[in-house]
């Protein structure tokens, strides 16, 4: 079991920047895929981002690519969302999600919340216009 904690979260202005932290403890961090995922309200949760357990694959949302960078420190057991150019509907609160993967160099990486086995419990995001 892994226990993931979010931060970096706040308020900034169209335009800006915030770069999110998500910390794990617990099992190995590398035996996991990660993921980032954000949830508005009244709306469900989506996909934000996603990578594998070397670092090696990313996968973004087609609303963030070009904007948000998702990347992993494994010696640090932390994954980050550098998220540039923040647009009023990216204000959410964003979750960080680990699945364990079996693959250290694998392609595939999931954009599917039930694949995800552990959550943080999320982090406030909100951009003014």
């Known amino acids: 079991q892994v226990q993931l904690v979010e931060s970096g979260g706040g308020l900034v202005q169209a335009g800006g920047s915030l770069r999110l932290s998500c910390a794990a403890s617990?099992?190995?961090?590398?035996?996991?895929?990660m993921g980032w995922f954000r949830q508005a309200p009244g709306k469900e949760r989506e996909f934000v981002a996603a990578i594998n357990r070397s670092g090696g694959t990313t996968l973004y949302a087609d609303s963030v690519k070009g904007r948000f960078t998702i990347s992993r420190d494994n010696a640090k057991n932390t994954v980050y969302l550098q998220m540039n150019s923040l647009k009023p509907e990216d204000t959410a609160v964003y979750y960080c999600?680990?699945?364990?993967?079996?693959?250290?160099?694998?392609?595939?990486?999931?954009?599917?919340?039930?694949?995800?086995?552990?959550w943080g419990q999320g982090t406030q995001v909100t951009v003014s216009s």
């Open positions: 999600a680990a699945r364990p993967s079996s693959s250290y160099n694998g392609i595939y990486v999931s954009t599917e919340t039930y694949e995800y086995n552990y």
């Open positions: 617990g099992r190995t961090f590398s035996i996991y895929a």
